[in-house]
């Protein structure tokens, strides 16, 4: 059964995009990363926010801009929405979290779904449906933006299982 990871680049204090959902912040950073091709092949589907489906890309302007991992990954993607949108080839829709999560584990087989999108992934984790989670940090302060996490709440105790990849336990 596939498990959902909430895989995301991070900002040295907690931030995954920057104000209005800027990722300009992140494209001087793009370059080759062990950890990331170590996950990309792990991956079988997404299950992606709305605001990041039509959102910023920071490989805009380059060869992988509008591509899952700049052009690295191809394959299955679910989108979490509330409005219509027009048909993408790959891209199915879904109008609630239950019925998207289950889309999108049915997808990935074996593989991981990765969560793209803070907001849902908040969802994930309150459902109690997020498995793991790997932060990709990057040398950089935002000061403001969109949160890893922007939640009120408990702590959530996580377990190490690689460097910055946790499981979550509760
Ligand atoms: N640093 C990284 O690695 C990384 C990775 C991915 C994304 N990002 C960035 O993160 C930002 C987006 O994150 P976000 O937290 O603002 O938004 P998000 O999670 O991408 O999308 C949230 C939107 O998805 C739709 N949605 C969410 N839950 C839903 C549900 N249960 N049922 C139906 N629709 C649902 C809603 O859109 P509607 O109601 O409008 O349909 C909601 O406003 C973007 O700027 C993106 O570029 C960064």
């Avoid at 792990?42 to 489906?53: D, E, K, M, P, Y």
């Avoid at 105790?157 to 910055?164: K, M």
């Amino acid at each position: 059964m596939a498990k959902l990871l909430y895989a995301f680049s991070c900002s040295i204090d907690g931030f995954v995009a920057g104000p209005g959902g800027d990722m300009s912040w992140l494209t001087p950073h793009l370059a080759p990363d062990p950890a990331v091709d170590d996950l990309v092949p792990r991956i079988g589907a997404l299950l992606v926010g709305r605001r990041t489906f039509d959102g910023d890309d920071p490989h805009r302007g380059g060869p992988g801009e509008g591509k899952a991992f700049g052009g690295g990954w191809e394959g299955p993607q679910i989108v979490l929405t509330h409005r219509p949108a027009r048909p993408v080839p790959g891209v199915s829709f879904f109008g609630d979290l239950a019925s998207g999560v289950a889309a999108a584990k049915a997808a990935a087989g074996q593989k991981y779904v990765n969560v793209l999108g803070a907001d849902v992934a908040r969802q994930c984790l309150e459902a109690g449906v997020l498995d793991e989670v790997l932060a990709l940090p990057v040398p950089v302060f935002l000061g403001c933006g969109v949160r890893v996490f922007d939640r009120v709440g408990p702590p959530v105790r996580l377990e190490a299982v690689g460097p910055f990849w946790y499981r979550v336990v509760s």
